[in-house]
């Protein structure tokens, strides 16, 4: 039996009352809740087709209110997460948001966005989870499952959930990851022979040669840059700062100097020639603290920047499937072809800057050969001009 619209009754201080909205068609239960620090008034709202529909609702949200959180009905996941991304990460590195958001919106909006916090189980987060674990690695997963738990613990903090129901389900395995690569000792000469007297040669050059990081590489400034060796230092680059939040490196022991092989050194220097006459004929006054691998604005470079520009390099080289590879690999090369030059783990790790030898052992180093020696001129041993070289071809893998 369908009811019959009655005229709105006026409720006293602090009930409950419900109308009709004859605009939406709809009940209407309000709660008063006194006003806001703002000065407006605090009603949480609640509607539904049948008075007795609205009661009902009036009473769980009664119940969520002396549990201490409202848990709005209309607020969604997609409205969590949103709000969290743009609340909760004041501060963060733009690269960080910028991926936070990415997995967002293609791995748990899509899927979940529409859902009411209050109405979400963890029975439909078990479901979602298991579907994107078909697609995504097992790390991405457990981002996706982060930020759906951090989302919801916003909200929670805003008295927008009651509960956390990401905390009650356990995230499964993905897929497995791609592993990362090194150059053989013949792609990697045919990689610094590629593109010569260009700022990604150079680039490519410092990173295999001296195994720096690309966050350290693209925030380099000259000043860092030590080219004319005098006593006993040689030609070196101060790897000091980063992309990372206020410039810091990414551990300790990765504010490091390295010494530059000859090859590097010689590269650098055609390179700092090339920067210099570019600065002169743009009307500019040179500065050691101008960018080593600026863009044509003088910015440090993306990340995607470098990359793109790396796989043209690659594809000048002879490989035959570029997009495979990404500049990070370069650093995965300099420790693979020291460990099969028969430098110590032990030395690498100083080098790449890792606070010990496990991480170069477990990630980095591709190749294996006894321990027989040590020395800082392993590179130029590796790309002289006189040793006889072996290994596969280019973009052969």
């Known amino acids: 039996m369908t009811e019959t619209p009655d005229r709105r009754t006026r409720a006293g201080h602090g009930d409950d009352s419900i109308y009709w909205d004859k605009s939406k068609n709809r009940y209407i239960g309000a709660v ?15 509607s539904g087709r049948t008075k007795a529909e609205v009661r009902q609702k009036l009473r769980e949200l009664r119940k969520e209110l002396a549990d201490g959180a409202k848990a709005p009905a209309n607020y969604s996941v997609a409205q969590a997460v949103t709000d969290w991304i743009s609340q909760g990460l004041k501060g963060r590195e733009v690269t960080s948001v910028d991926t936070y958001k990415s ?3 293609h791995h748990i909006i899509p899927h979940l966005g529409k859902a009411k916090m209050r109405d979400l189980e963890a029975d439909d987060l078990d479901e979602w ?9 097992t790390q991405s997963l457990k981002m996706v499952h982060s930020i759906l738990r951090r989302s919801i613990s ?7 959930a009651i509960r956390n129901v990401a905390e009650l389900v356990e995230v499964p395995d993905g897929q497995a990851g791609r592993p990362s690569k090194s150059l053989s000792l013949k792609q990697g000469e045919a990689v610094l022979r590629a593109r010569e007297g260009s700022w990604i040669h150079a680039y490519v050059v410092l990173s295999l040669l001296v195994g720096v990081r690309p966050e350290e590489a693209r925030p380099l ?14 030609p070196h680059v101060d790897v000091w700062r980063s992309v990372r939040r206020h410039g810091d490196t990414k551990t300790r022991k990765s504010r490091r100097s390295l010494a530059m092989p000859r090859q590097a050194a010689l590269v650098m220097k055609a390179h700092k020639r090339q920067e210099q006459a570019r600065c002169l004929a743009g009307g500019k006054a040179w500065s050691d603290e101008a960018l080593v691998f600026p863009t044509e604005s003088g910015e440090v470079r993306s990340a995607l920047n470098v990359r793109r520009n790396f796989r043209a390099l690659l594809k000048e080289a002879g490989f035959q499937n570029p997009q495979e590879w990404t500049p990070r690999e370069l650093r995965t090369s300099f420790v693979s072809l020291l460990s099969d030059h028969g430098i110590p ?29 040590e020395g800082a001129e392993a ?17 052969g893998g």
Request: hydrophobic content about 35%; charged content about 30%.
């Open 32 to 46: 008063s809740l006194g006003y806001t620090p703002a000065g407006k008034r605090n009603r949480p709202k609640v």
């Open 103 to 105: 997995l967002a919106e």
């Open 129 to 137: 989870l298991e579907a994107e674990a078909e697609v995504l690695a």
């Open 154 to 160: 916003h909200a929670q903090r805003r008295g927008r």
């Open 221 to 234: 400034t000259w000043a860092h840059i030590h080219l004319a060796g005098s006593g006993r230092d040689k």
């Open 345 to 373: 783990i032990e030395v690498i790790a100083r080098l790449v800057g890792h606070m010990g030898s496990g991480t170069t052992e477990r990630v980095y180093r591709k190749q294996l050969r006894p321990v027989i020696s």
């Open 379 to 395: 590179m130029d041993d590796i790309f002289g001009e006189d040793d006889a070289k072996d290994g596969g071809t280019p973009g």
